[in-house]
């Protein structure tokens, strides 16, 4: 099948450009430019499409012939961007590139959002049915943008999968290597009892997920939440850490509260300059938020099953910290 990838040069696009081209798929992936990153793309037999998001030409360019368009790529958390920029990379580019791969002659395009639109999760586990409640502007605009796929989808006539992946972990993550770093180096301390779910999604189950929205009859047109197998609490998920890593279990826990005052002034302090705030309030709702979900939906309909269990998922993700000295 011949298929282009957005977001190649990020983990999960990597992955999943990477996958597709050894299952032996004729991948392209759209790139804003040529580095190395890039370079190890061409040797793992990627074509490259040299373009911008934001830039239809380069649309046009990179969809034409494909059969299927997996867009993963997104303008994550950054100090400093407006809303504006947010808008543009999230939502308006995803029109664009729906309508771009309908002109193309694809047939599918998935796109890639996340579980984030959905939220604190008040009443878990929440299936794709749960109600919408983003809480800044990445998920805002990620939730715009699954509404601007599906209208441009309808305009052009091209079917359109949306994935809403929970948190994701894996050799090469670095959102998650916090707290793996921290467990692994005795320095881990929860804010708050730890008690909230955390459901995550090794980086393979994942990609086969997504591969099976890009194929799967029973897909098209569809909505689902992609995450792995297991739910625990956050105190669970450090002590699986802390049990791979072979430490012992950190049992520290700090008040919420003045880390959240703290993350609040660094914000307005920061910000107005662009610099990334030490802490912020973001990173304390970690501690705070449930985040547990239903994938019965994709079970039942596309075949979905994780494969890789959390303990045996931390282990492989931990050894390649240790292989590539990021612990």
Avoid at 85 to 91: E, K
Avoid at 125 to 136: F, I, V
Avoid at 263 to 281: L, S, T, Y
């Amino acid at each position: 099948m011949r298929a282009l990838v957005t977001g190649a040069t990020g983990f999960t696009g990597g992955h999943l450009a990477r996958v597709l081209a050894a299952g032996g798929d004729a991948v392209t992936a759209l790139v804003r430019s040529e580095d190395a990153t890039t370079a190890a793309l061409s040797r793992a037999g990627i074509a490259l499409s040299v373009g911008d998001l934001r830039d239809r030409a380069a649309l046009a360019k990179a969809t034409a012939g494909v059969e299927v368009v997996y867009h993963i790529a997104a303008l994550y958390r950054r100090a400093g961007l407006p809303p504006d920029v947010y808008r543009a990379v999230n939502a308006t580019a995803v029109g664009d590139l729906v309508e771009a791969a309908a002109r193309g002659g694809a047939k599918r395009l998935v796109h890639c959002s996340t579980v984030g639109v959905h939220g604190d999760v008040e009443y878990p586990p929440a299936n794709e049915d749960a109600p919408l409640r983003p809480g800044d502007i990445y998920q805002e605009t990620k939730l715009e943008g699954e509404r601007r796929a599906r209208e441009a989808a309808a305009k052009h006539g091209i079917e359109v999968t949306i994935v809403r992946p929970s948190g994701i972990y894996g050799p090469g993550d670095r959102r998650l290597l916090r707290l793996f770093r921290g467990v692994a180096r005795r320095r881990w301390m929860t804010l708050g009892s730890g008690e909230i779910y955390y459901h995550l999604t090794f980086i393979d189950d994942l990609v086969e997920g997504i591969r099976l929205c890009g194929v799967h009859p029973a897909a098209a047109n569809r909505t689902y939440i992609l995450a792995g197998g297991e739910v625990t609490t956050l105190n669970e998920l450090v002590a699986r850490v802390a049990e791979q890593a072979g430490v012992a279990t950190p049992r520290r826990h700090l008040p919420v509260w003045p880390f959240w005052m703290a993350g609040a002034v660094c914000e307005a302090v920061c910000r107005p300059f662009g610099i990334e705030p030490p802490i912020h309030r973001r990173r304390v709702d970690f501690f705070t938020k449930s985040r547990a979900f239903d994938i019965t939906r994709a079970r039942t309909e596309i075949g979905y099953h994780p494969r890789v269990s959390l303990r045996e998922g931390i282990r492989i993700t931990l050894d390649w910290y240790r292989d590539n000295d990021w612990l």
